[in-house]
């Protein structure tokens, strides 16, 4: 799609660039929305691995070691392969945590905080550029 098809100032310019203007911002606005989204879930992701570690150390100290006769009576031995497999899903969870914060949460603020923001100073330079060259064409004529 091409945006401009001529770069000639005109009331169909100015409507174009304030009609991308607004794209740009409701675009920001969601990506807001997601930027927080994807923070809070990482958060609870977070929270769910402290739960999961607390969760693994209770059943690790309550299976006791396995030379002990009360642990191999309670099911310590499955419960140590549980308490493995619990810390691995832990583990997991917390890589899928970090690739939250860098594919997600940080690829969003860097758009909403650069990209986006970019337009912004390009819509004042525009603004500027146009009142310069009002300036000019009044003077001429």
Do not use: W
């Amino acid at each position: 799609m091409t945006v401009f098809t001529s770069l000639e100032d005109s009331p169909m310019f100015r409507k174009q660039v304030s009609d991308l203007e607004e794209d740009c911002g409701a675009l920001r606005e969601r990506c807001l929305n997601l930027e927080k989204g994807s923070k809070d879930y990482s958060d609870a992701i977070g929270e769910m691995l402290e739960g999961e570690t607390s969760f693994a150390n209770a059943l690790e100290d309550f299976g006791g070691d396995l030379d002990d006769p009360i642990s191999g009576a309670c099911g310590g031995p499955v419960m140590t392969k549980f308490t493995i497999a619990l810390r691995e899903v832990a583990t997991f969870r917390d890589v899928f945590r970090h690739q939250m914060d860098v594919m997600m949460c940080d690829r969003m603020n860097s758009l909403t905080n650069n990209d986006l923001q970019d337009v912004k100073d390009v819509r004042k330079r525009f603004d500027k550029a146009t009142l310069e060259y009002d300036t000019v064409l009044e003077r001429f004529l």
